[in-house]
């Protein structure tokens, strides 16, 4: 279950970073700038790599129940 509260832990983190660049460059919904831009390409993909590390484990779960469930 390290991967689930590492996982958490980014997200937070991420969303915090979100909340700062945004009032820091404004809350535009396209960015207006390369920093910006930067900046929204770093929180998508740090919060897509968050979301896949935290269903690895339960997916990992989901097998061994799998298997476990052919085998009786």
């Known amino acids: 279950m390290k991967a ?17 660049y945004n009032t820091y460059f404004g809350w535009n919904e396209l960015p207006l700038t390369e920093s910006e831009k930067t900046c929204d390409l770093i929180f998508t993909k740090g919060i ?6 935290y269903f690895i484990p339960i997916i990992k779960v989901y097998k061994k129940w799998i298997e476990n469930s052919e085998k009786q």
């Open 48 to 53: 897509s790599i968050s979301i896949i590390i």
């Open 4 to 20: 689930i509260e590492f996982a958490t832990r980014c997200i937070t983190i991420l969303f915090i970073f979100f909340i700062a």
